[in-house]
């Protein structure tokens, strides 16, 4: 930075870059603008949005869903959640709904995140500023090596899992910042948990697991992975069939400015609206509905979903 009377008074700041040229640099505007989505949880925020057309599921999608959003928070233990990319995405907004009332909503987040079985270093050459931009995402959601290591509660990482790729380009992605910051990583990996959620098979000595062939998992140690199996139907509709409320957030978008805005497609409308009237239905029902989670903290041993 140089010193810049006039610009300090406009509310800039005077910066040289790493090309050696310099400019203003406002205070009111962020570095980076996170990726905008709505929060289904306050569903007096969503206005008109929630009153057109539903997405399309199948029958059981919510009988098989609650267990499964009850198993996350099981196996992911007491630590702080971070529901990867948009596979997830149900799993985090019921949640959200579940827990709104409890201690536990604050420990929850959304992490937009996508390479596409994509290595870095290809990233930096086709997208030069991106990998830059991600950082600064991350940065904001105190997932960088230092936020990591010095974090309250360990950080679990929860998403579809078929062989594990995402989960091992988000560890690298980690280790390679880590290390261009010669930070120490061993106390950014004590950190680090991963709940997986696969598609439920017939358990036998020649089940094939996905984590038994992850190559990267050295990186983080033993005990760092566990997996929350659920019905194939499920699975599927989350993976591959849902309509998601997210925008895809791949290498080409990290950073991109036009994803701060909302965005109003048919498909996202349409997922908006089915999470509000699942929760309607619910309320319809009679009862409250109360879901139980297996932990120790009193707050989230009772959820409702009103």
């Not at 830059?132 to 995402?137: E, N, T």
């Not at 010669?182 to 000595?205: H, L």
Request: glycine share 6%; aromatic share 12%.
């Amino acid at each position: 930075m140089l010193p810049d009377e006039a610009a300090a008074q406009d509310g800039y700041l005077r910066v040289i870059d790493e090309s050696g040229e310099d400019y203003p640099f406002s205070l009111n505007k962020p570095m980076f603008e996170m990726p905008f989505r709505w929060d289904l949880s306050r569903r007096n925020q969503l206005g008109t949005l929630a009153k057109g057309e539903s997405a399309t599921s199948y029958t059981t999608f919510l009988d098989h869903l609650l267990p499964c959003c009850s198993r996350v928070i099981a196996f992911a233990g007491d630590s702080d959640l971070i529901f990867v990319g948009r596979s997830p995405e149900s799993i985090f907004d019921h949640l959200s709904g579940l827990l709104f009332d409890s201690s536990w909503l604050d420990r929850l987040e959304l992490l937009h995140f996508s390479m596409r079985f994509r290595e870095e270093s290809d990233i930096r050459k086709e997208h030069p500023d991106a990998v830059a931009a991600m950082r600064s995402y991350l940065q904001q959601l105190g997932l960088h090596p230092e936020g990591l290591a010095t974090r309250y509660r360990t950080v679990t990482f929860i998403d579809l899992v078929a062989t594990g790729d995402t989960f091992g380009r988000l560890t690298t992605f980690f280790y390679n910042w880590t290390q261009d910051i010669k930070y120490d990583w061993n106390a950014v990996r004590r950190r680090i948990r991963f709940v997986g959620i696969t598609e439920r098979t017939k358990t036998s000595p020649k089940t094939w697991r996905w984590q038994q062939h992850a190559t990267w998992l050295p990186l983080l140690g033993r005990g760092a992975v566990k997996n929350v199996s659920i019905p194939r139907d499920l699975w599927e509709y989350l993976g591959n069939y849902q309509d998601k409320v997210s925008r895809s957030y791949t290498p080409s978008r990290w950073g991109d400015p036009a994803l701060s805005s909302p965005s109003y497609t048919g498909r996202q409308l349409k997922s908006v609206t089915s999470f509000v009237r699942a929760v309607r239905a619910w309320q319809k029902e009679g009862a409250e509905r109360t879901v139980r989670f297996p932990t120790r903290e009193r707050a989230c041993n009772e959820a409702r979903l009103v």
